[in-house]
């Protein structure tokens, strides 16, 4: 192989340039991987040449491109995602470096003593596509793109948005309308600058009607089946990894919609045990919203076909019935030893309440990760004795109406923490002090 990367079909091994914009396989419809020529260095060398990246990304050095390459948790992992790209060509906020927390309360609420919280809500537009996107956009200026495209629940379109204004391309976004969309994403499209097209339907709508528009109109398609989106997020795993000192949880927990992240975090583990990064791999553990769980129900049978359920859920980044990345994620289930559950919404709201309440937050879709570890040491599938990475996809504030109708006074539900209305008088607030200290 010359160049140091080219595509290939998953399904018919069709091959590709790596500069080729389109996002599908010409010749039978599959997704495309990225092929990478192996990096020069693997095992110790390789470990030590990212933790050298890692001690030399400080915030100093961000003013120009290749300093925010540098201190970019993406662009540390290059020879694994991109290899060809110069630093000139990226385009980088930074991102990624988000911080792994421990919580012992919301340990204590899923049953397990090593809970750790890979919190990606930190990201610059506040949820983990932030790392697919930096990648997305200097690809779609490296293949000439003329604008970028994709359908989203609302965290696609914010980070797409935002680094097309970086880019200096034009961003059109699909996204599902009758106030399906959390008021933080939406705010955040519009803001950013994307044009944001309300579509009167749901998310698979929006996916199918961008995917069949984008080729035809020459817009480049940024959703997660394009294989960049892919590359860059599997640099979430590898964090996760170098934060434990390559030495690899027995879990790593994430919330599934559209299965592009699950593909992602088996890519990266995949590469991590081949170039000697770590010497066992973690289980996966993919969870779904319990009204929005086609994936969840083909793991049950075996994944012997696609199902697709019409979806309905409060954790509206995951209200997806029909996922894309189907086959890439049942094969990362079925390699990584890998299982699926799912979360009802009470659960989902429950766990977030636990998470929001030790002081970090997150937003609906991303606490059904912890519900799902809830469930699965109830059932006897993650033991309390193993070391669990629970992925967090999306910050707090990207969905401040659930939170605020979660916390509404007369509300029955744990933790709630209702607003008090006091009088402006000393008298009045008194007895709320009273009422909280004693
Ligand atoms: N968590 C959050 C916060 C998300 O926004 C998404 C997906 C997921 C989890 C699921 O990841 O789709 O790769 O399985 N959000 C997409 C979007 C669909 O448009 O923002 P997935």
Not at 206 to 224: I, K, Q
């Amino acid at each position: 192989m010359t160049a140091p990367t080219l595509q290939r079909c998953d399904a018919c091994g069709h091959e590709l340039p790596e500069r080729d914009a389109r996002t599908s396989c010409p010749a039978c419809g599959g997704l495309l991987s990225l092929v990478h020529a192996p990096p020069a260095a693997r095992g110790a060398a390789l470990r030590a040449l990212f933790d050298e990246r890692l001690a030399d990304a400080a915030p100093a050095h961000v003013a120009d491109a290749a300093g925010a390459a540098r201190a970019s948790g993406v662009w540390r992992f290059r020879e694994l995602i991109a290899p060809g790209v110069s630093d000139a060509e990226i385009v980088s906020q930074p991102e990624g470096n988000t911080p792994l927390f421990h919580r012992p309360s919301v340990a204590a609420w899923a049953g397990v003593d090593a809970l750790l919280l890979k919190h990606d809500g930190f990201n610059p537009t506040g949820s983990f596509k932030d790392r697919g996107m930096t990648v997305a956009l200097t690809q779609a200026r490296r293949a000439g793109a003329r604008a970028v495209a994709c359908a989203s629940t609302g965290n696609t379109s914010a980070a797409l948005a935002a680094y097309a204004s970086l880019a200096g391309l034009p961003g059109l976004v699909l996204v599902p309308g009758a106030q399906q969309v959390a008021l933080g994403k939406l705010a955040q499209t519009l803001g950013y600058g994307a044009r944001t097209l309300l579509v009167r339907g749901d998310f698979d709508d929006c996916l199918r009607l961008v995917r069949e528009g984008a080729e035809r109109l020459g817009v480049y398609l940024v959703n997660s089946i394009n294989p960049y989106r892919i590359e860059g997020q599997k640099s979430v795993a590898l964090e996760i990894l170098q934060q434990l000192r390559w030495d690899a949880p027995d879990w790593i927990v994430l919330p599934a919609g559209n299965l592009g992240n699950t593909s992602a975090v088996g890519a990266a583990l995949r590469d991590a045990v081949r170039l000697g990064l770590i010497d066992r791999a973690p289980r996966v553990a993919s969870v779904q919203a319990a009204g929005a769980n086609p994936f969840a129900l083909g793991f049950r049978e075996g994944f012997a076909s696609p199902r697709r359920v019409k979806a309905e859920t409060v954790a509206t980044a995951i209200k997806i019935g029909d996922p894309a990345s189907w086959d890439r994620a049942a094969s990362v289930i079925r390699e990584f030893g890998g299982v699926v559950t799912e979360a009802d919404d009470a659960a989902i709201l429950e766990a977030k309440a636990a998470i929001d309440a030790a002081g970090i937050g997150c937003e609906p879709a991303s606490a059904a990760s912890v519900a799902g570890v809830r469930r699965l040491v109830r059932e006897g599938v993650i033991r309390p004795g193993e070391r669990v990475a629970a992925i967090l996809t999306g910050h707090v504030l990207k969905d401040p109406g659930v939170l605020l109708d979660y916390h509404r006074a007369g509300r029955d539900a744990p933790l709630v923490n209702a607003p008090v209305e006091i009088d402006a008088t000393l008298d009045g607030l008194a007895r709320a002090i009273d009422a909280v200290a004693s």
